[in-house]
């Protein structure tokens, strides 16, 4: 997910919870998961790859840090420890099938049952380890570095692109089709229920 929808969605799920301070703390927090040392060292914070246990793992650790801070008073600390969680969250939506997933298995079932897929209120998961089927993108540092170049990558990308690199499956922007939007409310609504998730401990 591009910096722009991460703020988007973090701003609309906890606009109503923090102050305008508060909440680019978080947001900072959030966006700055992006370095290109991240990317390359710990692709389970986007899940990237195939690393969801490590993901999970992650956010529990973040989630815990979170906890300890609000409980120590140490406010800063804890909406920063939010926002790494957040971004991991909300990269899931973007990086993994959840969303064809869903818009698969509700054209499945037909236009009128909306039990697995509305676009305009799409299903979190609550497991991302629970179906076999769901999987994260692969982003393999020079494969990518490859496609990002001017001319060259777009012919590499014709010839050489697997299925579920990034660049075939990502929901980063608009471009990426009609999945986009509702991967950003399924985002939102995960954020939201992180914060509850948290604020429910205090």
């Known amino acids: ?16 919870q923090l102050s305008h301070e508060e909440l ?14 991240n990317w390359l060292t710990t692709p389970e914070r986007h899940y990237d790859g195939r690393f969801f246990a490590k993901a999970e793992a992650y956010i529990d650790e973040e989630r815990a840090r979170a906890v300890d801070a609000f409980h120590r008073g140490d406010r800063v600390a804890a909406l920063q420890a939010m926002g790494r969680l957040l ?3 909300q ?24 039990a697995h897929w509305d676009a305009a209120d799409p299903a979190i998961c609550l497991d991302t380890q629970a ?19 001017p001319i060259l990558g777009p012919l590499i990308k014709r010839i050489y692109l697997p299925a579920d690199y990034h660049e075939a499956m990502h929901l980063d922007d608009p471009s990426r ?8 409310v399924a985002a939102r609504k995960h954020t939201r229920l992180e914060w509850e998730r948290v604020m429910s401990t205090l």
């Open 87 to 89: 971004h991991t969250r």
């Open 91 to 114: 990269d899931f939506y973007s990086h993994s099938n959840w969303m064809q997933h869903c818009a698969a298995k509700g054209a499945a079932k037909g236009a009128a049952n909306t």
């Open 1 to 16: 997910m591009k910096e722009e929808y991460h703020r988007q969605v973090t701003a609309e799920a906890l606009g109503d």
């Open 177 to 184: 089709g009609p999945l986009f939007a509702p991967s950003l």
């Open 24 to 37: 680019e703390i978080v947001i900072q927090a959030n966006v700055g998961q992006d370095g290109v040392w």
């Open 131 to 149: 179906d076999p089927q769901i999987f994260g993108v692969r982003a393999p540092f020079l494969i990518h570095a490859l496609y990002v170049i």
